[in-house]
């Protein structure tokens, strides 16, 4: 007798075959007469891997199948061996020459028909994945020009959502539609893209590919003048950013001003007003609700006492007393101050504590200090010393160091807790330029992965080689140098 496990792996198989995805695909990537498993179906294998919540190397691919009815999954005479890594392998590098995005948009129309999927809604947004590893840049092939060569994304830092700023990442970007949140349109960026970039270009090149106006609802990062110029008369909706002026006006003016709408949800408010913005008539929508009003006035206090108490609890947990007694009674004085709140599960630990010696390794002494356990500390520590490049410098004291290597610990030091700003004053006061063009281009590498980054400094040949806003305080008034 022979058990072979389905699970939930039918129910996957059979929306896959109502969809025609194997057919599809073998459609638009013709499979060779001597291969014994089409692209289809190794593209429909590829789905069952995936949603069978198992994560291992390609190379284990065909191991996920032994043991499960691949026949009546795949197809009569398919068996797990057939699935390796070289026939999944040449199927993706098929994939990725048709395009990934044609590819998705081929099966997304097919599955909308089908299924009867209304798209004249849609929305559109984006999420990175951080990945490990190197991921160097490669090199397009000598003699390949652009427009024959495959577009291939660049794994980068950049914004990440997932605040792993030390990781690289890539983007995704995908539109669904207001009729079950099905995924109508997929497209994969390099690590550094950003919303307000390419979303207006994402929009035109749905629109027409799909060959409809769908209305599309996007985030405030869409709202730019370029991007509402490049779309035209394309239907969308998003929220103003509050940032700017007419908004802001907007949201102070007095009600009894505006034109109110009526509105059916309980407790909510509409004020319709028209608007000319980058040259587009528009009709912005003021929302206001009482009841989230009144909630704010309550919650907003409570959520600032919250993260006092989580700050000062954290202090608490990464202080060394002396004795047990000592601790205690800082517990009991910690647990006296609160109101509304009470500690449970509270534990004394005897540790030894120990600082970090030598100058980069107190790099750490912020993560330390703020009770961070020490498998973090070592997560964080060795790449922000690789990328001031003193990873080879981490057992040697100050007096081992040059002026430039103390000044790049300073940076480290200051940026292993990835801050969201980085204060510089002087930072190349007392360096010579090469020194000093190693820690500027530290400081433009933090900036390219998020962190804004102030400098200060009287260097006016730093001043002319930077292409970034330059202000100039002079008689105690600000003076825009550079925009």
């Known amino acids: 007798m022979e058990i072979e496990n389905l699970d939930h792996l039918g129910l996957v198989a059979a929306l896959v075959d109502e969809i025609g995805l194997v057919e599809l695909t073998d459609e638009l990537l013709p499979p060779h007469p001597l291969n014994h498993i089409s692209p289809g179906q190794v593209v429909k294998a590829m789905i069952l891997n995936g949603l069978g919540f198992v994560s291992a190397p390609l190379y284990l691919f065909s191991e996920f199948f032994e043991g499960k009815p691949v026949e009546h999954l795949l197809g009569a005479g398919i068996t797990a061996a057939h699935l390796n890594d070289d026939r999944l392998g040449r199927v993706l590098d098929q994939l990725f020459e048709y395009g990934t995005t044609l590819f998705f948009l081929n099966v997304a129309m097919q599955a909308a028909r089908r299924f009867g999927v209304n798209v004249s809604q849609c929305h ?18 000598e003699g390949a020009s652009e427009a ?22 890539f983007l995704v970007n995908l539109i669904c539609s207001a009729d079950g949140g099905v995924p109508v349109w997929f497209k994969v960026g390099s690590g550094n893209e950003t919303d307000s970039q390419t979303f207006a270009g994402l929009m035109r090149a749905f629109a027409e590919q799909w060959q409809t106006p769908a209305l599309m ?43 109110e709408r009526p509105c059916d949800l309980d407790g909510y408010r509409l004020w319709e007003q028209r608007q000319r913005y980058a040259g587009v008539e528009q009709r912005w929508i003021l929302v206001e609700s009482p009841h989230r009003r009144e909630s704010e006035d309550w919650l907003k206090p409570l959520e600032k006492q919250e993260k006092g108490l989580q700050r000062s609890l954290r ?34 630990v005897s540790v030894a504590a120990k600082r970090p010696p030598g100058r980069p390794k107190r790099v750490a002494f912020v993560l330390w200090a703020q009770g961070f356990s020490r498998k973090e500390i070592h997560r964080r520590l060795w790449p922000t ?31 292993v807790n990835t801050p969201p700003l980085l204060l510089a004053d002087e930072p190349t006061g007392n360096l010579d330029a090469d020194n000093s063009l190693q820690v500027i281009k530290i400081l433009k590498k933090l900036n390219s992965i998020g962190i804004t ?31």
């Open 124 to 141: 559109l947004d984006s999420t990175s994945f951080a990945l490990d590893g190197e991921y160097p840049t490669v090199a397009r092939a």
């Open 148 to 169: 024959e060569a495959p577009q291939a994304i660049e794994i980068c830092r950049g914004y990440s959502r997932d605040h792993r700023p030390e990781l690289k990442q």
């Open 217 to 259: 609802v996007a985030d405030a990062a869409f709202y730019s003048e370029p991007n509402l110029q490049q779309v035209g008369s394309l239907p969308w909706l998003s929220r103003v950013p509050q940032t700017l002026k007419a908004a802001q006006t907007l949201v102070d003016s007095a009600p009894d001003s505006l034109s």
């Open 315 to 348: 202090q608490l947990c990464s202080q060394v007393f002396a004795c047990k007694p000592d601790a205690r009674d800082a517990l009991l004085r910690f647990q006296d101050s609160l109101t509304g709140y009470t500690l449970t599960q509270v534990a004394l």
């Open 385 to 415: 010393l690789k990328m001031v490049g003193l990873q080879g410098k981490a057992q040697c004291f100050p007096d081992e160091l040059s002026g430039g290597e103390q000044q790049r610990v300073s940076i480290a030091r200051a940026v």
């Open 453 to 483: 980054v102030i400098v200060t400094t009287h260097d006016e040949h730093l001043v002319r080689i930077s292409n970034h806003p330059v202000v100039q305080i002079k008689n105690g008034r600000l003076h825009h140098l550079r925009r």
